[in-house]
């Protein structure tokens, strides 16, 4: 049975609000606790417009991808005759480039979780496709290997392509511990 214009336009318009809502929660701690590890060279007020900030961005770009992915989602099921599969791959494909293109932060950030989401279901999609991956046992060490064996090979080849917070990481556990007097001094 399909819903009346009026409950589609609800669902879209919660699911919105339910985007800014999440959103809020998710960043708010962790602009918070960030900020304050990492910022603290700011001023307090300054800090928490900060913190402000990141958590509006998050919350405004999440609500506002949940709007277009429904909206895009609801226009393609009345005028296609679209799988669910293919117009959900479809919106999130428009969605996704329409609010997460843009190059900031928060976008990075969302984007790389989401990237990671997508690479671990592929690689457990692809296990239980390929029977042999099945009976290898030590599939997340030879991935975790994997992983760690790029990320050092770029930090140190490659630097200026890796993203500046974990090149600033790395740099605190691979150069600075090999500098008599920083080890407290960069930490704090």
């Known amino acids: 049975?399909?819903?009346?214009?009026?409950?589609?336009?609800?669902?879209?318009?919660?699911g919105a609000l339910h985007g800014v809502l999440y959103g809020a929660k998710?960043?708010?701690p962790h602009a918070f606790?960030?900020?304050?590890?990492?910022?603290?060279d700011l001023p307090l007020l300054t800090q928490l417009k900060t913190v402000?900030?990141?958590t509006l961005?998050?919350?405004?770009?999440l609500g506002f991808y949940v709007f277009v992915y429904?909206?895009?989602?609801?226009f393609l099921k009345h005028m296609t005759s679209l799988r669910i599969g293919s117009r959900a791959l479809i919106a999130g494909g428009i969605g996704g480039s329409i609010v997460f293109g843009d190059t900031n932060s928060v976008n990075t950030q969302i984007n790389l979780y989401v990237f990671s989401r997508v690479a671990l279901a592929l690689g457990k999609?692809?296990?239980?496709?390929?029977?042999?991956?099945?009976r290898f046992k030590h599939g997340r060490r030879v991935w975790a290997g994997a992983s760690w064996a790029l990320v050092m090979y770029l930090f140190v080849e490659y630097r200026r392509?890796?993203?500046r917070s974990l090149v600033n990481s790395m740099v605190y556990l691979y150069e600075d511990s090999d500098i008599s007097g920083k080890t407290f001094a960069n930490l704090l």
Do not use: C, G, P, Y
């Open 1 to 14: 049975m399909s819903d009346s214009v009026e409950e589609d336009i609800a669902k879209i318009l919660r």
């Open 26 to 28: 998710v960043r708010a």
């Open 33 to 40: 606790v960030m900020t304050l590890l990492f910022r603290r």
């Open 52 to 54: 402000l900030k990141l």
């Open 57 to 61: 961005t998050h919350a405004k770009n």
């Open 70 to 74: 429904k909206s895009i989602l609801l």
């Open 125 to 134: 999609l692809a296990s239980e496709k390929i029977e042999l991956l099945t």
């Open 161 to 163: 392509a890796v993203q």
